[in-house]
């Protein structure tokens, strides 16, 4: 619903109302975090400064496991049709010669291309399309949030202004997707943590006819004096990325010496610069990230430089880790704690990914003291050896630690925390994606017969049984069981193997902690129903 449909159900001036979720923040975090709550039930208010998508691109990268949280959001195939795959990722040095290279598959194990190419005005458009489609939501733009309040126990409170004057919101859950500059981090006590990185760049996006010497991915150029990132995104789109120390515009001869090592341009040429902006590239983690039922996602949360596209990837990782543990909770009943593991699994991973984009960027400017050469050159013996190259493209997303919602055995370590691969799969005569297959609740899939017990676990569960034997998918799942030496996985809602079956043992329960956080009181409401009445709002506390 936007804002013009939702007039009727906003709050008169100076009045109060309940909703379970309010999301500050209509960027591709915060709708998505939406969309996810919604089809599962859960009614939001999402607030948005602006009135519509900013209309610049930013981010233009994403990976498969992300373009999954899309398919989860229900707009994977929009999405396909903006999207165009990348080749991978090419260092070179200052001559603009292959130091190394990283490929990227067009068909990732998450069922879609490990890189994908792509316009964010584009992306947030189709998702609030999709958006305005759910009842479950509610998008007020043009306001201004003014306060995030969050007492010991009780709904937190969010004050907002518009043209009519203040209102105010009580809510079970706040997420503060309102990026770097957020009030929502300042509301529950956040500070940053300086991670060590800090350069100014520019941006340059260019839509152009003129023929452009280029691969099917990502240039980074490894230049103490001029380093450089390229990369095209479209039929007739290109990005660089430059690190100058002149802060003055572009005129026409500087950007065609900037350029000319990629593509000749004229003053006759078309040749049109979209946008032209200058950026602090900074490495930053929030050090906290929830106070109470306030949480912080996407850059409100952490900021990385954008050297390994990883910027929008982590915010969408960050909605879908916490959506389906608040939907649970709000909708279900289940144990409260359950929401402590998003802060405990989701940091260590932005740390990662942050760590890995200041490493790549250092590759890049090699530094600027004297063993700066000699960094270069083992950086380029390093990249050279196949299995340091293979570990690189697979270092996005390692498995989760050990905790709550990930129970590692001794002998039977393997798949406990990863992903589970998504093959295309024949069910009653019908192609279609795993996921789709496994539905929005937690997931069992087995290549052995199941005990009563384990059956009757899964019910209570909500969990939905997928025999691998079963589904068409030329067994791939089947040898990726074998592979972690188990005939059967306990998958969560977001893909992540919570625990495996050990050969003759118990039925996933003995004593696991995820059993008692993850029972519930109530049954799921089913994406095609309507949510009931709202049930007096009960706090989140820490």
């Not at 008169?12 to 996810?36: C, F, H, M, Y």
């Not at 859960?42 to 981010?59: K, S």
């Not at 946008?275 to 949480?295: E, K, L, N, P, S």
């Amino acid at each position: 619903m936007t804002a013009d449909q939702a007039g009727s159900r906003d709050t008169a001036p100076g009045s109060a109302q309940k909703v379970p979720v309010v999301i500050i923040g209509a960027g591709p975090v915060g709708v998505t975090a939406a969309l996810l709550l919604a089809r599962r039930g859960v009614r939001t208010v999402v607030l948005e400064r602006h009135r519509d998508v900013y209309p610049l691109p930013r981010a233009v990268a994403m990976d498969d496991e992300v373009r999954r949280i899309l398919q989860a959001a229900g707009v994977h195939e929009e999405f396909a049709d903006i999207a165009r795959p990348a080749g991978g990722l090419r260092l070179l040095d200052a001559r603009h010669r292959v130091i190394a290279e990283f490929r990227r598959s067009p068909h990732g194990r998450h069922g879609f291309p490990q890189t994908s190419m792509f316009d964010q005005p584009e992306l947030e458009r189709l998702l609030r399309d999709a958006l305005a489609c759910r009842p479950e939501c509610e998008l007020r733009g043009q306001v201004e949030v003014t306060a995030v309040q969050q007492d010991a126990d009780g709904p937190a409170r969010v004050t907002y202004r518009d043209n009519a004057g203040e209102h105010l919101l009580w809510a079970d859950a706040v997420l503060g997707c309102d990026g770097a500059g957020s009030i929502t981090r300042d509301a529950i006590g956040a500070a940053w943590e300086d991670l060590r990185f800090e350069e100014r760049w520019t941006v340059i996006d260019v839509r152009t006819s003129a023929p452009v010497r280029c691969w099917e991915g990502v240039d980074q150029v490894c230049d103490p004096h001029r380093p450089a990132t390229f990369m095209r995104i479209g039929e007739d789109r290109y990005r660089w990325e430059f690190r100058l120390s002149d802060e003055s515009e572009l005129d026409h001869g500087r950007l065609r010496e900037l350029v000319a090592p990629w593509v000749d341009i004229s003053h006759g040429d078309d040749f049109h610069v979209v946008r032209q902006a200058r950026y602090t590239f900074r490495a930053r983690i929030a050090d906290r990230w929830r106070r109470g039922g306030v949480f912080l996602l996407g850059d409100a949360a952490h900021l990385t430089p954008p050297f390994v596209g990883q910027g929008l990837c982590a915010g969408l990782r960050d909605a879908y880790n916490l959506t389906w543990k608040l939907a649970r909770v709000l909708q279900q009943g289940a144990d409260e704690r359950l929401l402590d593991t998003y802060e405990a699994e989701r940091k260590p991973h932005a740390r990662h990914v942050i760590r890995l984009a200041v490493a790549t960027g250092w590759a890049m400017t090699g530094g600027q003291d004297r063993a700066a050469a000699l960094r270069r050159r083992a950086l380029g013996a390093v990249c050279r050896i196949p299995a340091v190259t293979g570990m690189a493209t697979r270092g996005l997303s390692p498995a989760l630690s050990a905790g709550p919602l990930i129970r590692r055995r001794n002998r039977f370590p393997g798949l406990a925390g990863t992903f589970c691969p998504q093959p295309w799969s024949t069910v009653d005569g019908r192609r279609t994606r795993l996921d789709d297959v496994l539905g929005d609740s937690l997931a069992v899939l087995t290549a052995v017969p199941l005990a009563p017990s384990l059956r009757a676990l899964t019910e209570g569960l909500g969990a939905r049984i997928v025999d691998v034997r079963e589904v068409g998918d030329d067994g791939t799942l089947a040898a990726w069981l074998r592979s972690g030496r188990t005939g059967a996985v306990l998958l969560r809602p977001d893909r992540v193997v919570l625990d495996v079956l050990a050969p003759g043992g118990d039925d996933f329960t003995g004593t696991a902690a995820w059993a008692p956080l993850l029972c519930t009181a109530r049954r799921p409401v089913a994406p095609t129903e309507q949510p009931a009445p709202e049930p007096a709002l009960r706090s989140i506390t820490q």
